[in-house]
């Protein structure tokens, strides 16, 4: 048996697709153009690649894009004063400060101080609390979009065993509630290992569904996955360059030894990585939606 590959490469075209349809109605009937700023402070190359890619997603959807490059001295004053004028700008429907931030500014402040409906990240500790409670908020982007490949890709969480390895605030926590929830596409029985678990290939091998979110390579091995199990691999850990200077990926998951195992797999790189830009595009358009009062 080999499992059929899961692309988020392909799931993220497919919604990028609904997304420009969706922006183009918007617009068309209702005069609503969703809006983005993007923050950036300093010089990371990591970052500005990061939110280059956002800039160019908004450009191809149709989304208004306003980018924020400011210097590496920049205090924590004005960051929060640019914040407060972004959440009071109507055009403007999701705010993104690109992390990590220089050491003299307080991360979480700054975070907690974008209004939880412009959230687009689905970080903040009201939309955490919301998606916690099943009330509705801005998801996560990285768990949102593991849940699209799941349901896209018509794997059945009614019921199922899921075992998530990581309970990391940005991916194990969020995908562990987004699953509980009674919502379609969610209801399933949700077990979060972690670095003191015991016996963690117990825990795995019961699983219908294996989430790796736990940032060590090839972590999860071929005896620990279920016979007929779907693995979604999260990680993107960096094992070396080619002579090129490219960088050679894996993920948490031994692939070529579990993919003879699971029924389903996700690839690295090609598998959750394109869905995450995704899913903040569709943060976007849905915080659009919102601020005007409509479905």
Not at 4 to 18: A, D, F, L, P, Y
Not at 75 to 94: F, H, Q, V
Not at 201 to 215: E, V, Y
Request: glycine content about 8%.
């Amino acid at each position: 048996m080999t499992a059929r590959i899961i692309s988020g490469t392909e799931i993220s075209k497919q919604i990028r697709e609904e997304l420009k349809n969706e922006i183009e109605m918007l617009r068309a009937r209702h005069h609503v153009i969703p809006g983005l700023a993007t923050v950036i402070v300093g010089n990371d190359p990591a970052s500005q690649t990061y939110v280059g890619s956002k800039v160019r997603a908004c450009q191809e959807l149709g989304i208004f894009s306003a980018n924020y490059p400011l210097p590496e001295e920049t205090s924590e004053k004005e960051l929060l004063y640019l914040i407060k004028t972004l959440n009071d700008d109507p055009r403007i429907n999701g705010i993104l400060v690109q992390v990590p931030l220089p050491k003299h500014i307080d991360e979480n402040r700054v975070l907690t101080a974008i209004s939880p409906d412009k959230d687009v990240d689905g970080f903040h500790p009201i939309n955490i609390g919301r998606l916690v409670i099943g009330e509705k908020s801005l998801l996560p982007c990285t768990p949102a979009g593991i849940q699209q490949m799941l349901i896209r890709s018509n794997v059945d969480t009614e019921g199922a065993e899921v075992v998530v390895v990581g309970r990391s605030n940005i991916v194990g926590k969020p995908i562990a509630n987004i699953l509980l929830q009674k919502a379609a596409g969610a209801n399933a029985t949700v077990t979060v290992c972690h670095s003191a678990t015991h016996d963690m290939a117990n825990h795995t091998r019961r699983a219908d569904i294996l989430i790796a979110a736990i940032g060590k390579p090839r972590f999860i091995t071929a005896d620990m996955v279920k016979p007929g199990a779907t693995v979604i691999d999260v990680g993107t850990n960096e094992i070396g360059k080619t002579p090129a200077g490219k960088r050679i990926l894996c993920g948490d998951v031994d692939f070529d030894n579990v993919k003879a195992v699971a029924s389903a797999i996700t690839p690295v790189p090609g598998g959750v990585g394109p869905m995450t830009i995704v899913m903040l595009m569709a943060n976007t358009v849905k915080a659009a939606k919102m601020a005007h009062g409509l479905k």
